[in-house]
């Protein structure tokens, strides 16, 4: 069911003029309602990273997201807008904790470098592709495509670190550091204390009668 009155109206517009059901209604509702706050999800958050003086560590943690959980997935709310929301909050708290945490020594930049990609590696081999209970992957094919995939972009993300690391342009620090703790987030999410994670923060909504309405 959708959460929001746009969507709701838009695809029952829609519904009515291409003679859709119920059932495809409700699907076009979940597709306007996902798109466009994921696309304002990403405006939002990029502003905000630019207000914050970490826009560029705000960019490099919105790309690594995006492209580890499009093939790997991972736990998430069933609300798109608490999705949006938390989502905002993650990416901005990752951006400004990858500059603190890009002034420690050397050698615990390495040690938890090398912890991401440990857990990166294992969370996919594991548990991806984990998807999404609206649209289940049926196809096993699919589903090894999309670990394939999944681990090869485990091993871009893995060369990157590395080559920042070793780097000495003045901002490849924050940025490794930046892949470094959005794998580990995203690694995290793949896992079922991700996914209890999730839950808990729906059941938030739920326990304040927001739920009845998503």
Known sequence: ????GFSSKWSANLALRHHLDEEKQAV???AIETIILNTANVVLVLILGWALGVFWNTVACLLTIAAFRHNAGG???ESAMRCALVTILVLTLLAIGAAFVSTWPSFYLYLLSLAAVVAGFASILRYA???DSKAPII???RRKRLKYLALVIMMIITV?????LLSTWDKAIQLSVCLTLSTLWVAFN???LGHR???FIDSIGIRKGRGCTD
């Open 1 to 4: 069911m959708s959460y929001l």
């Open 28 to 30: 076009l509702a979940y």
């Open 75 to 77: 736990g998430h709310s």
């Open 129 to 131: 592709p984990v998807d």
């Open 139 to 141: 196809s096993s094919d």
């Open 160 to 164: 990157l670190i590395g080559g920042l």
């Open 190 to 192: 793949l896992t079922p």
């Open 197 to 199: 994670l999730w839950f």
